[in-house]
Protein backbone atom coordinates (compact mmCIF):
# COMPACT_ATOMS: atom_id res chain seq x y z
CA UNK A 1 0.00 0.00 0.00
CA UNK A 2 1.21 3.52 -1.06
CA UNK A 3 -0.10 6.48 1.37
CA UNK A 4 1.17 10.06 0.83
CA UNK A 5 1.27 13.05 3.26
CA UNK A 6 1.34 16.46 2.68
CA UNK A 7 2.42 19.00 5.27
CA UNK A 8 2.97 22.56 5.41
CA UNK A 9 -0.52 24.19 4.83
CA UNK A 10 -1.71 27.06 7.47
CA UNK A 11 -2.22 30.56 8.05
CA UNK A 12 -0.42 33.11 6.35
CA UNK A 13 -1.10 37.10 5.20
CA UNK A 14 -1.25 38.06 1.55
CA UNK A 15 2.64 38.76 -0.10
CA UNK A 16 3.88 35.32 2.54
CA UNK A 17 5.17 32.46 1.69
CA UNK A 18 4.34 28.85 2.69
CA UNK A 19 6.19 25.63 1.56
CA UNK A 20 4.19 22.51 1.23
CA UNK A 21 6.03 19.10 1.44
CA UNK A 22 4.39 15.87 0.31
CA UNK A 23 6.15 12.38 1.21
CA UNK A 24 4.92 8.99 -0.21
CA UNK A 25 5.63 5.79 1.39
CA UNK A 26 4.92 2.03 0.73
CA UNK A 27 6.65 -0.76 -1.83
CA UNK A 28 7.65 2.28 -4.43
CA UNK A 29 9.76 1.29 -7.26
CA UNK A 30 9.64 4.56 -8.46
CA UNK A 31 7.47 7.49 -9.55
CA UNK A 32 6.50 9.33 -12.32
CA UNK A 33 5.04 12.71 -12.88
CA UNK A 34 3.88 14.09 -9.21
CA UNK A 35 0.98 16.99 -9.16
CA UNK A 36 -0.25 19.63 -7.07
CA UNK A 37 -3.56 20.53 -6.82
CA UNK A 38 -6.28 22.71 -5.19
CA UNK A 39 -9.97 22.62 -3.76
CA UNK A 40 -11.01 26.19 -3.06
CA UNK A 41 -14.42 26.11 -0.25
CA UNK A 42 -17.35 25.57 -2.41
CA UNK A 43 -15.78 24.26 -5.41
CA UNK A 44 -16.09 20.84 -6.11
CA UNK A 45 -13.29 20.47 -8.72
CA UNK A 46 -9.73 20.39 -8.04
CA UNK A 47 -7.29 22.76 -9.99
CA UNK A 48 -3.98 21.77 -11.03
CA UNK A 49 -1.33 23.98 -9.62
CA UNK A 50 1.63 22.12 -10.70
CA UNK A 51 3.52 19.00 -11.95
CA UNK A 52 6.80 17.47 -12.36
CA UNK A 53 8.24 15.05 -14.12
CA UNK A 54 10.57 12.01 -13.20
CA UNK A 55 13.02 14.13 -15.69
CA UNK A 56 12.31 17.11 -13.71
CA UNK A 57 9.85 19.13 -16.44
CA UNK A 58 7.35 21.40 -14.55
CA UNK A 59 4.14 22.62 -15.85
CA UNK A 60 2.46 25.40 -13.61
CA UNK A 61 -1.44 26.81 -14.22
CA UNK A 62 -1.42 30.66 -15.24
CA UNK A 63 -2.63 31.85 -11.85
CA UNK A 64 0.69 30.57 -10.06
CA UNK A 65 3.29 31.04 -12.24
CA UNK A 66 6.32 33.36 -11.39
CA UNK A 67 5.09 32.95 -7.79
CA UNK A 68 5.49 29.33 -6.76
CA UNK A 69 8.18 26.91 -7.82
CA UNK A 70 7.98 22.66 -7.64
CA UNK A 71 10.27 20.37 -6.89
CA UNK A 72 10.88 16.91 -5.88
CA UNK A 73 13.52 14.43 -4.12
CA UNK A 74 13.70 10.80 -5.36
CA UNK A 75 15.58 9.81 -2.79
CA UNK A 76 12.82 10.74 -0.24
CA UNK A 77 10.03 10.26 -2.95
CA UNK A 78 8.98 13.49 -2.05
CA UNK A 79 7.61 16.44 -3.48
CA UNK A 80 7.95 20.31 -2.66
CA UNK A 81 5.97 23.38 -3.57
CA UNK A 82 7.61 26.66 -2.82
CA UNK A 83 4.62 29.55 -2.82
CA UNK A 84 5.57 33.16 -2.87
CA UNK A 85 3.75 36.45 -3.03
CA UNK A 86 0.57 34.62 -1.86
CA UNK A 87 -2.60 35.98 -2.80
CA UNK A 88 -5.80 35.75 -1.12
CA UNK A 89 -7.32 33.42 -3.95
CA UNK A 90 -4.33 30.77 -3.44
CA UNK A 91 -6.69 29.86 -0.52
CA UNK A 92 -7.62 26.28 -0.18
CA UNK A 93 -6.74 22.60 0.32
CA UNK A 94 -3.85 21.46 -1.58
CA UNK A 95 -3.21 17.66 -2.70
CA UNK A 96 -0.86 16.37 -3.90
CA UNK A 97 -1.12 13.31 -6.50
CA UNK A 98 1.25 11.23 -7.94
CA UNK A 99 1.91 8.16 -10.84
CA UNK A 100 3.69 5.59 -8.58
CA UNK A 101 4.93 2.41 -10.35
CA UNK A 102 4.84 -0.25 -7.76
CA UNK A 103 5.58 -4.07 -8.41
CA UNK A 104 8.04 -6.45 -10.66
CA UNK A 105 5.56 -5.45 -13.12
CA UNK A 106 6.11 -1.36 -12.42
CA UNK A 107 2.18 -1.17 -13.29
CA UNK A 108 1.36 2.31 -12.33
CA UNK A 109 -1.08 2.88 -9.91
CA UNK A 110 -2.53 7.12 -9.13
CA UNK A 111 -2.36 8.20 -5.66
CA UNK A 112 -3.45 11.04 -3.23
CA UNK A 113 -2.68 12.40 -0.27
CA UNK A 114 -5.16 13.91 2.39
CA UNK A 115 -5.13 17.74 2.00
CA UNK A 116 -3.67 20.96 3.72
CA UNK A 117 -4.94 23.61 4.40
CA UNK A 118 -3.67 27.05 3.13
CA UNK A 119 -5.41 29.93 4.02
CA UNK A 120 -4.16 33.63 2.65
CA UNK A 121 -5.84 36.94 4.64
CA UNK A 122 -5.99 40.04 3.18
Known amino acids: QVELVESGGGLVQAGGSLRLSCAAS????????MYWYRQALGNQRRELVA????????NYADSVKGRFAISRDDAKNTVYLQMDSLRPEDTGVYYC???????????????WGQGTQVTVSS
Open 97 to 111: NADVLLGPAKRQYGY
Open 26 to 33: GNIVSINT
Open 51 to 58: DITSLGRT
